[in-house]
């Protein structure tokens, strides 16, 4: 049940994903198609594996993961570590945008909106599914699906017709998503097993903060009135 959860999440991040470039001016004007955005996300796909997979098994580490396939086999051995394959994904997009020549940053805002989409997916219907009912589970899920709405109903409309610059979107999110996941973890209770997500978390957190301060992105919040 839980990676046909992941499917549905995955679906929803591609849906999204396709919504927004399919007809984004800019981008095409770039000549990059939605095809070379796809690709990128299937390719991107690869590294959040891999790196969810790895700090999962960093965080919780056991003799069973030293065999390759069981590190493979995560439908008979589950566990991810959602802000690892965030890093990831956006290691890979990094590398993948400055080596294609892409606009970077107006495509990692999309990207941005479509994962946060597909997290909010996953958390709520895990919530609804498994019954995870803690408090750490429901503000978690809960300040997502918020996120979500605010997103979509404040940011992505001033986006769109150009009165927020490229590269708040990300700025925005990797900032939201820090400081939700970091509440959860403490509330959850801090361990040895997620101490490196709490680490990722920060840098994640500044990487965003340091981004918005550079690119002179604050006083675009006016614009948001």
């Known amino acids: 049940m839980e990676i046909l959860i992941l499917l549905i999440s995955v679906f ?9 470039v399919r007809d984004d001016f800019i981008i095409l004007r770039k000549n990059v198609s939605v095809e070379d955005i796809f690709n990128m996300a299937f390719f991107s796909f690869i590294f959040v594996f891999i790196f969810s997979r790895t700090f999962y098994v960093f965080g919780n580490p056991s003799p069973i993961f030293l065999n390759p396939l069981v590190f493979l086999a995560f439908p008979y ?5 959602l802000t690892g394959g965030i890093f990831g994904g956006a290691v890979f997009l990094i590398w993948y945008v400055r080596r294609k020549k892409f606009p970077g940053k107006r495509m990692f805002d ?7 989409w597909g997290i909010a997916i ?3 219907l895990s919530i ?9 589970s429901l503000i978690e ?14 940011f992505l409309p001033k986006y769109l017709s150009g009165k927020i ?14 400081l939700v996941s970091i509440i959860t973890v403490f509330l959850g209770r801090l361990n040895a097993s997620n101490v ?30």
Do not use: Q, W
Not at 77 to 81: K, L, R, V
């Open 196 to 225: 490196l997500e709490v680490v990722l978390l920060g840098i994640l957190f500044f990487s965003g903060l340091i981004f918005i301060l550079k690119e002179e992105l604050i006083p675009r919040i006016k614009d948001l009135k």
């Open 141 to 154: 899920g809960i300040s997502f699906a918020a996120l979500l709405v605010i997103f979509s109903a404040v």
């Open 12 to 20: 929803v991040f591609l849906y999204v994903l396709h919504y927004y």
């Open 165 to 178: 610059k490229d590269g708040f979107i990300t700025g925005i999110f990797c900032i939201s998503y820090s």
């Open 128 to 136: 609804i599914i498994f019954r995870k009912f803690s408090l750490d």
């Open 122 to 124: 996953y958390l709520l």
């Open 110 to 116: 999309f990207f941005s909106v479509s994962a946060l």
């Open 77 to 81: 051995y589950p566990g991810f570590s």
